[in-house]
């Protein structure tokens, strides 16, 4: 079992930046893609963020050019730099990851959300 949990949500104010970490933990044998959606109140969780094994990145054309993803393969650890902070960005962000285990089997895990909520 794998846990994802993220931080560094909170309250900005328009222009401002935010940095999200997300950190796997448990029996941790290998994680693959992880990447960064966030849901808007009434809204589907869309995806913003996708970074492979390898570093390779997408964004969302919302946010291209704003935020950054990052991983920390040693920590185990995903980041979403998030600079000129617009209102609509407003929403809870979920981080989500594949891991494989020694067995070869591939599963999906969702963390719990860290909220973003950006004044105007």
């Known amino acids: 079992q794998v846990q994802l949990v993220e931080s560094g949500g909170g309250l900005v104010q328009a222009g401002g930046s935010l940095r999200l970490s997300c950190v796997a933990s448990?029996?941790?044998?290998?994680?693959?893609?992880m990447r960064w959606y966030r849901q808007a109140p009434g809204k589907e969780r869309d995806l913003v963020a996708h970074?492979?094994?390898?570093?390779?990145?997408n964004y969302a054309d919302s946010v291209k050019g704003r935020f950054t993803i990052s991983r920390d393969n040693a920590k185990n650890t995903v980041y979403l730099q998030m600079n000129s902070l617009r209102p609509e960005d407003t929403a809870v962000y979920y981080c989500?990851?594949?891991?494989?285990?020694?067995?070869?089997?591939?599963?999906?895990?969702w963390g719990r959300g860290t909220q973003v909520t950006v004044s105007s």
């Open positions: 989500n990851a594949d891991h494989t285990n020694q067995n070869g089997i591939t599963r999906n895990y």
């Open positions: 448990g029996m941790i044998f290998r994680i693959n893609a």
């Open positions: 970074i492979t094994s390898t570093a390779g990145t």
